[in-house]
Structure formats: C-alpha cells, structure tokens
C-alpha cells in the first residue's frame, strides 16, 4: 500500500506564493501519476495539475497555468506544488493523488489519497 502526506499549507495574502509538498511512502514503485486536487467549501473536489511517472508531462487546469508550477522528485518520494500570485479563489484544501494498480473504485483514476492541507488566500 501506498500513503500520502501533504504539508505546506497555510495563510499567505493575494498575491503571494506557497509551496505544497506530498510525501510518498509504503510501495511507492507501484506510482504511476501523481495529481493535485482542490476542494473548495461547499464544491466538489476538483483538479489542479498532474505530473507523469517520469515527470516529463505535466498538466494544469486552466485557472492555475503559469501560476502553478507540479514537480515531482522521485529518488526522494516527493511531489511539489509551486504556487505564485495566490488569489481567494485559489483557497481552499489541497489534496495529494497518486495513481496506482488496483482494482478498487477510484476517484478521477486516482486510487491514492492524502488527508489534504488547507490553503487560505486572504484579499
């Protein structure tokens, strides 16, 4: 099994930067690719980037491009998420994904979840 921790959170203010981190363990050589995902308070949980086995595709939802940045290191079993000109819209709890071999229900194709650290943009 795998498991995911997020760290990084917090309060910044509009216009400001936050780097996310989601740390691997358990048998992460099963780790295909790892996502970012957002849950905003009273919405659905909703994508923000994703970052390929080898790191060498990435992709972001529209509202975060050129703002956010997904890294992945995988010598050390960390993902990344570099977050610049932050804005209220962006607040929210940011969760950690990683896609693995299973036959369990996922969700968006993602089987692996961490428990999310809250982001909050102040104006």
């Known amino acids: 099994q795998v498991t995911l921790v997020e760290s990084g959170g917090g309060l910044v203010q509009h216009g400001g930067s936050l780097r996310l981190s989601c740390a691997a363990s358990g048998r992460t050589f099963t780790i295909f690719r790892m996502a970012w995902f957002r849950q905003a308070p009273g919405q659905e949980r909703q994508f923000v980037a994703s970052i390929s086995r080898t790191g060498d595709t990435t992709d972001y939802t529209d509202s975060v491009k050129g703002r956010f940045t997904i890294s992945r290191d995988n010598p050390k079993n960390t993902m990344d998420l570099q977050m610049n000109s932050l804005e209220p819209e962006d607040t929210a709890i940011y969760y950690c994904?990683?896609?693995?071999?299973?036959?369990?229900?996922?969700?968006?194709?993602?089987?692996?979840w961490g428990q999310g650290t809250q982001v909050t943009v102040s104006s």
């Open positions: 994904a990683a896609q693995v071999p299973t036959h369990t229900t996922t969700e968006s194709g993602y089987a692996i």
